[in-house]
DNA sequence: TAACTGCTCTTTTTT
DNA sequence: AGAGCAGTTA
């Protein structure tokens, strides 16, 4: 790229620069440095766990920018998540002097679709000021087309119709096509639905997060001066977690960028968590095949992770058959090895997890901070919290409900979505009765119907109330409310965020009539009001112009529960291991190590495999130490389980994993080769962890009939005592009928009794 | 209109 | 166990 540009640019800068031109790409390792000056072409670079991906990408947007002389208006950078758009961004902009990465186009692919949309959704027969209806604002849209159309919602649930729909969209299937096409008797239903929700969603001047995705490939389709244009402006496209494209998303990057080809794509398959929701690791897997100019970088020097970290992860990855073959390399020492706790139900579980907090706390001075507590299901959190609660522990849960998914500030945001577009019926029928004002179901029936007859919006329709021949008392009613509306209307022309919402808090007293309820629950979300306001208050300082209540909508659809900035307390940070994704802590616990926990109900391979990308993804945010525990019985829906060690232990490299007392799983495998020493209790547990560490890729855990026969005394979790009467078959199958002293006589599976024998 | 009750369902959820 | 929902009752 031009020389002479760059040249200029340097010759621009001041003397004084925080770093040369060397130092910046000495700060890279080799491969690094290639992937940051490949900057013509396809490039995709797989980015090991800890690699330094970020360092690649924000470098590489630094080095066009800064020595190929690169407008930042004409580099476009996509993302998953706001906090990474985020901090590509402050990193960006440290590397160069602060303020010329100005004009970047970074952000995740539902920003910038949505902020391309703005500005041709005519185009399409939306009006610009559309409104984003997230997955809870479609969900009962769906539910409101369930309930038009007559589909009982207990006869197909609204969460699998979502998520056929969304399929559905993510193929480019309209619903015409949709409904010839639909098989099953949930896809049949699912069609008309699907297309009586678009229908609803125009009506509404409203998109969903899917269509922010698919309707910019409509409209590069229709009208492809749009598409040329949008060609000129991005000349090189970035693309982060590309492992986690979707279709969509994968057309769009590959529409935009067909022209240049200067496309550069950021990812790690072995990373790839999110294929239940359309994510297609196809799309990285098969680069070199869509781009066969394509160059290739692989980062596998992990600058995070201990040897024993990186070979435990390496060796349980290695199973995997659909993947592109790395072996991460640490550049720290070997570490410590891996421990396996084992506890006997789910609470104890928690608390060798805080003990063990507690004890690294006092003997090696880590901090709170340092910890961090994975779980495959949410569902697990409830347990560590209260355990963590009652030691005292400090801890805070990432992805518990979002701020902006309270009803107070649904409640309060659906106001300023209806001010924008008062087509938005969703968020008009939320706000219609809140605060009460005697609008009933029963009403708000009548006025659709009033609606439907004239042929009008719903808030047309309550502006001519006086026309359907309504009760004096609710056309009152009716017209208080309009007047709310066209008051804050008129104001939201000219006035801040922060004026119109206050304005809006004053005309309403929900704020007042909440502090007034006084119970601590209302109070909170009393408290959560003000933060609202504070955040417009904060949002219309910076932004003092026109548009701004659409951008402060847009931020809020758009934002989620994993971008809070994490603050400098000192707490254990507890979340989900999908959560952890980007994530590194000293020390990792990961919790509910179980056959059908995780990895969860793997009915396919490839479910399995990742399942196990996932548990990958969990080891390698480790720096220092991994502790993996399970528990031999767990409450599951109410009811209690007997739970079989996970298959992933025995992945691990037998010989860096110690267990709670010291010894080696290694070496405890190597005892019981030999054989033949009388079986102790503790040793037959060992014997039941080596039947659960298959040495074989393949083979999985099987039988544990070691040492149970006919007239064996063994001990039950729940049960306790008994006596075994009768085994039957063999193998995965095998049963055994006990006669347990206090519980009477049961007839167990061996895989999942967990039994112990006696002496 | 709102409070109550019984029924169903239950993974993960970057946007 | 707990949430969310639909239908029922005060």
Known sequence: ???????????????????????????????????????????????????????????????????????????????????????????????????????????????????????????????????????????????????????????????TIQGIISRAKNS????????????????????????????????????????????????????????EELQDMFHYILIDEYQDTNRAQYLAAKMLGARRRNIFVVGDDAQSIYSWRGA??????????????????????????????LKAANSVISRNVRQIRKELVSHRNTGEPLTLMEAQ???????????????????????????????????????????MRRLRIPYRIFGSVSFYKRKEIKDAVAY????????????????????????????????????????????????????????????????????????????????TVYEVLSELFTLTSIPLLLQAENTAESLARYENLLELLSMARDFSDHNPDGSSLRDFLENISLASNYDEAQDSDNYVSLMTVHAAKGLEFPVVFITGLEEKLFPLNAYEPEQLEEERRLFYVAMTRAQEKIFLSWAQTRYQYGQPHYCLKSMFIGEIDASIVQKESGAYLSDIQAKERQGGQPVSRPELARRQDLAAAPSAPESRPKPQAAGIRKGTMVHHAVFGSGTVLDVQGTGAKQKVRIQFRSAGEKTLMVQYANLTVQR
């Open 416 to 495: 300023l979505r209806f001010i924008l577009n008062d087509r938005d019926t969703e968020s008009l029928l939320r706000i219609l009765n809140f605060p009460p004002r005697k609008i009933g179901d029963v009403s708000v029936a009548r006025l659709r119907e009033f609606a439907e007859e004239k042929g009008i919006s719903l808030y047309e329709a309550i502006k001519r109330a006086e026309e359907g021949g309504f009760q004096q008392r609710l056309v009152n009613a009716l017209a208080s409310f309009a007047g709310v509306i066209d008051k804050l209307e008129s104001m939201a022309e000219t006035a």
């Open 345 to 387: 139900d789910e609470r104890r579980e928690a608390e060798k997890v805080g003990e063990r907090i507690n004890s690294l706390r006092m003997k090696q001075g880590y901090e709170y901070s340092a910890f961090a507590v994975f779980y495959r299901t949410n569902a697990q959190s409830r347990v560590i919290e209260d355990i």
């Open 172 to 227: 480019f299937i309209k619903p015409g096509e949709f409904q010839r096409s639909a098989g099953d008797y949930n896809q049949q239903k699912a069609a008309v639905i699907y297309e009586h929700y678009d229908r609803k969603l125009k009506e509404n001047n409203a998109l969903d997060f899917d269509d922010l995705l698919i309707k910019p490939i409509e409209l590069f389709n229709q009208f492809p001066r749009v598409l």
């Open 280 to 309: 297609d690791i196809t799309n990285i897997l098969n680069f070199q095949d869509d781009y066969k100019e394509a160059k290739t970088f692989k980062l596998i020097e992990n600058y995070r992770s201990t040897g024993n970290i």
């Open 1 to 159: 790229m031009p020389e002479g540009k760059s040249r200029t640019r340097q010759a621009l800068q001041p003397i004084k620069r925080a770093r040369g031109l060397t130092d910046f790409l000495n700060e890279l390792n080799e491969v690094q440095r290639g992937a940051v000056t490949a900057t013509s072409g396809p490039v995709m670079v797989l980015a090991g766990a800890g690699s330094g991906k970020t360092r690649v990408i924000t470098y590489r947007i630094a080095y066009l920018i800064r020595n190929e002389g690169v407008s930042p208006a004409n580099i476009l950078a996509l993302t998953f998540t706001n906090k990474a758009a985020g901090e590509m961004r402050h990193r960006v902009d440290s590397l160069l002097r602060h303020g010329s990465a100005g004009g970047l186009w970074i952000g995740t692919f539902h920003s910038i679709f949505a902020r391309l949309l703005r500005n041709y959704i005519d185009l399409l027969g939306f009006s610009r000021n559309f409104t984003i209806f997230d997955a809870d604002d479609s969900k009962s849209l769906i539910r409101q087309s369930m309930t038009d159309l007559n589909i009982s919602h207990d006869s197909v649930p609204v969460n």
